[in-house]
């Protein structure tokens, strides 16, 4: 049992975090991992295996208990251990951008691009691949990405940096219109 002291700080609050798991034996046990050891406390687990996500991967709900400052542990350690956050907490993303890639995209590793840009502030919420004359041509990705509220800017910094290295065309949101 976890002594939880009068501050509204340290007060123990359920939170939702929303994973997308590789569907492969023990990626569960693996994510679930990091909450037992930073302190949080299982309410439910919603593994939805009959449904994939936009880039193919399993969606996993969690519910939790922890004190923010566990909550926070907690989500920092499952992107230690490479498990993808779709989203922690109500707030924890409050902001949307979209842009397009064009380009190479299957040559240049799209799933490198993903990954990338899932280690900075910013979630890849949601991806359409358009490859009409097949992957060994250039194809285009709208990419609608969830960021921390006030990331939006490094995150898009992020997307230009992968796009730049990997000799992709990059359509930026027009100022405003994401916002």
Not at 44 to 63: A, K, M, N, Q, W
């Amino acid at each position: 049992m976890v002594a939880v002291s009068e501050s509204t700080d340290s007060a123990v609050s359920a939170y939702t975090v929303r994973l997308e798991l590789v569907d492969e034996p023990g990626e569960l046990l693996r994510a679930l991992e990091p909450i037992a050891d930073n302190g949080g406390n299982l309410l439910s687990i919603f593994h939805e295996r009959g449904s994939l996500t936009p880039r193919g991967h399993i969606p996993v709900e969690v519910d939790l208990e922890a004190t923010p400052e566990r909550f926070e542990s907690i989500v920092t350690a499952l992107r230690e251990a490479g498990v993808n956050v779709i989203q922690a907490g109500a707030e924890r993303y409050g902001e949307e951008l979209s842009v397009v890639l064009v380009g190479d995209l299957v040559e240049t590793d799209l799933s490198d691009t993903l990954s990338r840009l899932e280690c900075t502030s910013a979630s890849v919420a949601d991806i359409a691949l358009s490859a009409p004359e097949g992957t060994d041509e250039p194809a285009s990705a709208r990419l609608r990405l969830a960021t921390q509220a006030g990331e939006r800017d490094q995150a898009l910094d992020t997307v230009r940096a992968v796009a730049d290295e990997k000799d992709l065309l990059l359509v930026e949101p027009l100022v405003g219109a994401d916002r």
